[in-house]
C-alpha cells in the first residue's frame, strides 16, 4: 500500500499515467559504468566486468526494460488518431539478417519521404520482430505530422517497400497502444483449448490464450529492437507524492496495478506500479 506521503516518479504520457513507488529508497551510487564490458565499484575502487548473456531471453531484466522504454515512446507519441498508421512490412522471401532488414527500412524510409515530400514530414517507430523460425518482418508505427488524416494507398506503400506485402492495421479503439502492441511483440498465442491450469504465465484477452513474454527468447542477443525518428519523445519523468497524482488523474483509480520483489544479495526491495488511464475516467471524476 503507497502511502499519500510517500516519494513516487510520476510518468505522463498524453492519457497514460503511470505510478512508480520504490518501498527502499536508494539515494547512493554504487558502481560507475566504464565502458560496456567494466565497471568500478565506488566504495573500493575495484575494477569489475558485467556479466554477459549468451541470449537475450537471459537477460530479462534488459529485456523488460527495452519494452518499457519502447511502451513509454509509443504512448507519449500515438494516440490513435487519424493522421496515424499501424503498418507490418513482410518479406516475400524470408530473411534472418537483421542488417539486411536495417538497409531495406532505410531504403523505404527515404522513398517514402520522397513520396510525402509535397505534403507532410512524418515520425515513425520502427519495431523487428523474430518468429521461432529466426525468421524477422517488421512493425511500423507511422505519424503525418501536417495532416488532419493519414491516407496512403497500399499499393504504393507496398511499392516503396519493395520487398513483400504490406499489412494496414487500425488501432480505432485500442486507448493504451503501448501496451497492446508491446504485448502483441512479446506474447504468442496459443490453441485456446490448450489446458493451462495451474499456469501462471497465461492470459486471455476476447476468447484467445497467450503465453506472456514467450517471444522474448527469439530475439538474438545485441540485436536493436526499434528504431524511431528525431521527433520521437521520450516523456518526461517527474518526482512527487503520492497524494500529488491526483492533481493529474482526479478521483479515478488505477486501471493496472502490479508489485514486484527485487533481491540483491541480501538486499531486497519491492516496486509497486500503477497505470491510470484517462480516456476511461467518468466525466465526474476528470481533473480540473
Known amino acids: 500500500m503507497i502511502k ?130 529466426g525468421n524477422f518482418h517488421l512493425h511500423l508505427l507511422l505519424r503525418l505530422n501536417d495532416v488532419k488524416t493519414a491516407y496512403i494507398p497500399s499499393q504504393d506503400l507496398a511499392r516503396m517497400w519493395g520487398e513483400g506485402f504490406i499489412k494496414i492495421q487500425s488501432l480505432e479503439g ?26 501462471t504465465d497465461i492470459k486471455e484477452v476476447k476468447g484467445k490464450k497467450y503465453v506472456k513474454g514467450a517471444r522474448l527468447a527469439f530475439y538474438p542477443v545485441g540485436l536493436n529492437i526499434f528504431r524511431k525518428s528525431k521527433g520521437i519523445q521520450y516523456p518526461e519523468r517527474q518526482k512527487t507524492t503520492y497524494k500529488g497524482i491526483k492533481k493529474v488523474v482526479g478521483l479515478t483509480t488505477p486501471h493496472y496495478q502490479t508489485q514486484k520483489t527485487i533481491q540483491n544479495g541480501d538486499f531486497t526491495n519491492k516496486i509497486t506500479f500503477e497505470e491510470y488511464n484517462l480516456r476511461r475516467i467518468d466525466s465526474t471524476t476528470k481533473p480540473q
Open 4 to 133: 499519500p506521503d510517500d516519494k513516487i516518479t510520476l510518468t505522463r504520457m498524453n492519457h497514460i499515467v503511470e505510478v512508480q513507488h520504490l518501498e527502499k529508497l536508494n539515494t547512493k551510487i554504487h558502481i560507475k559504468k566504464l565502458d560496456k564490458n567494466r565497471y568500478m565499484v565506488i566504495d573500493t575502487g575495484e575494477i569489475r566486468e558485467f556479466e554477459q548473456s549468451e541470449t537475450r531471453a537471459d537477460n530479462e531484466n534488459s529485456l523488460r526494460q527495452t519494452f518499457k522504454k519502447l511502451r513509454y515512446l509509443i504512448n507519449n507519441n500515438f494516440v490513435g488518431s487519424p493522421n496515424e498508421l499501424f503498418l507490418t512490412l513482410t518479406y516475400a522471401e524470408q530473411t534472418r539478417d537483421h542488417k539486411k532488414i536495417c538497409t531495406d527500412f532505410n531504403r523505404f524510409n527515404t522513398r517514402l519521404k520522397r513520396y510525402l515530400k509535397q505534403t507532410t514530414t512524418f515520425d515513425y517507430i520502427n519495431v523487428i520482430e523474430p518468429h521461432q523460425s
Open 174 to 199: 485500442v486507448d493504451n497502444i503501448g501496451a497492446y502492441l508491446t504485448a502483441y511483440l512479446t506474447d504468442i498465442e496459443i490453441d485456446s483449448k490448450t489446458d493451462t491450469t495451474g499456469r
